[in-house]
């Protein structure tokens, strides 16, 4: 399912126009994406959590070229369901 596709399917589940619903989903993916380049995780009971991993400074190899480069501690973004939510996805 594409974004558009979920902005349909709200519009017609709630009656409210496309550009509002658009607006609003742009609007939660701002909020997220600010809270997680904060370092805040954002948690969503009974969905999941958007949560902020910290990866440590590592050694890997370039093997076309035979070397060694360092790989700088850097944070990434996850997402964790909540254990009703990975349930209900098994049950299909």
């Known amino acids: 399912m594409t ?13 409210v126009e ?6 609003t989903v742009e609007c939660f993916f701002k909020v997220v994406k600010g809270s997680l ?4 995780n954002v ?7 958007f949560v902020v991993q910290k990866r440590a400074e590592k050694v890997a190899r370039n093997i076309s070229k ?14 964790r369901p909540a254990k009703t ?3 209900k996805v098994k049950k299909g």
């Open 18 to 23: 496309k550009a509002i619903v658009l607006e």
């Open 85 to 87: 939510f990975v349930e």
């Open 66 to 79: 035979n070397t060694q480069i360092t790989i700088p501690a850097h944070s990434i973004p996850k997402f």
């Open 37 to 40: 380049a904060n370092n805040e």
């Open 3 to 15: 974004k558009s596709e979920v902005i349909n399917e709200i519009s017609e589940r709630t009656g």
């Open 43 to 49: 948690y969503f009971r009974g969905f999941g959590s």
